[in-house]
């Protein structure tokens, strides 16, 4: 039975990364993700002044309540958009001229929610070329706090920057949410908090978050739950089974609640304490689903929707146009590609299996991690399927064609 390793939460290693440096002291994080956004998250930590230092299994950040150690700096936040998200919102917290640009890909994906909320606060906060969007500068002189109001529908990462912002103001923050995209991801930020010493409260739709800092620990980072989305979809879709240890019930992250699809379908799904194991019957039906709080995995299930008994439509989940690319469409024309009906809306997606042979042909990844990874699942079906760009993996898992590699020879045929 395969048992796959998977590399530590991008999530969870972006947020630890902001929590470390903002807390008073000392704090290792064991077995973070080694890709290239975290990897640009910690570059940019050190452009900032903060000491990163780095063995493969744990990364110590010497905290900086007081904000970053240099007066100022160019940070390149490469494809990362936690990375071009919550650092900036950190150096606002310091005192300094602090400029931050990104990828080609990471300057088209939108901001301006979150500018607007720090301008809101006093920030004083500049797009220097199309506004909403990367390269940014900011003046920082510290952040007052107070109430601030603000759109998460677009990204859930706009609530999670002024959310680890509040503990560095100096009155606190009270936020007042209109909309809210995948929620899961929010809790993941408010319970990591709590073990960075902070306590947020909510009151409805507002979140109210102490000032007073964070305190230093250790904190070990549970794997990738985006990414065990292709391990269980692998055994979903040829009757194999496979095992992640180290995901299993209490988890962090809402994108395990994808294994559930997987049982709606007629997948085996069994979560213990110390992971999870999804068995794949034979079977895979057709079904509707909403996937606005784990909309990351929207492609994964698309991926396998070919081999349904029937149709699955796929709603709520327009947020994925304005991902690495649009996500409903580059699954939409992969999957014309091969052959699949697809009919697509402003936020759903329905797949249409049919009596046409899938057959195998080049899928263009528009340099999108969780395209070609997705992809490679319906490859364990349909033979001949190549990417124009298999690298963009390195984003969040630089292994993974290896990985799937292994476990393709442990699937059934």
């Not at 936040?77 to 919102?89: I, S």
Request: aromatic share 6%.
């Amino acid at each position: 039975m395969p048992v796959v390793d998977i590399p530590g939460s991008k999530s969870i290693t972006a947020r630890a990364l902001f929590l470390a440096a903002a807390a008073d002291g000392v704090t290792t994080l064991r077995r973070p993700l080694r890709s290239d956004d975290t990897e640009g998250f910690a570059e940019g930590l050190t452009r900032l002044g903060y000491r990163v230092a780095r063995t493969p299994d744990t990364w110590q950040i010497d905290g900086r309540p007081q904000g970053p150690a240099v007066a100022e700096a160019d940070v390149y936040c490469r494809d990362g958009a936690t990375t071009a998200r919550f650092l900036p919102t950190l150096a606002a917290a310091g005192h300094g001229s602090f400029r931050f640009d990104a990828s080609p890909q990471m300057r088209r994906r939108p901001l301006l929610p979150l500018t607007q909320a720090l301008r809101d606060l006093g920030v004083d906060l500049r797009h220097e070329e199309a506004e909403g969007h990367h390269p940014l500068r900011v003046e920082a002189s510290g952040v007052e706090g107070g109430e601030v109001v603000l759109d998460a529908g677009q990204s859930s990462q706009y609530l999670t920057a002024l959310l680890l912002l509040g503990p560095l103001t100096r009155k606190g923050l009270r936020i007042r949410v209109t909309d809210l995209v995948s929620a899961p991801y929010v809790e993941i930020t408010i319970a990591m908090m709590r073990e960075f010493g902070v306590e947020v409260r909510r009151e409805g739709t507002v979140y109210v978050v102490p000032p007073g800092g964070y305190t230093a620990t250790t904190y070990g980072i549970e794997p990738d739950a985006s990414t065990a989305s292709y391990f269980f979809a692998a055994a979903a879709v040829t009757g194999g089974e496979v095992t992640v240890p180290g995901l299993g019930a209490g988890a962090l992250q809402g994108d395990l609640g994808f294994v559930d699809v997987l049982r709606r379908m007629g997948a085996e799904v069994e979560t213990g304490t110390k992971g999870t194991r999804v068995r794949g019957t034979g079977e895979l039906r057709g079904l509707t689903v909403n996937m606005r709080d784990i909309s990351d995995t929207m492609p994964t299930l698309a991926a396998i929707a070919p081999f349904a008994s029937g149709p699955v439509r796929i709603e709520d989940v327009g947020n994925t146009r304005v991902k690495e690319c649009d996500r409903l469409e580059a699954c939409a024309e992969g999957l014309r590609r091969l052959g699949v009906e697809v009919v697509t809306g402003p936020d759903w997606i329905e797949i249409r299996p049919g009596s046409t042979p899938v057959t195998g042909t080049e899928i263009k990844s528009y340099g999108d991690h969780r395209i070609v990874m997705s992809f490679a699942v319906t490859g364990l079906r349909v033979p001949g399927i190549s990417f124009d760009d298999p690298g963009c993996v390195r984003k969040t898992f630089p292994g993974f064609h290896e990985a799937f590699g292994v476990l393709r020879g442990q699937l059934p045929a």
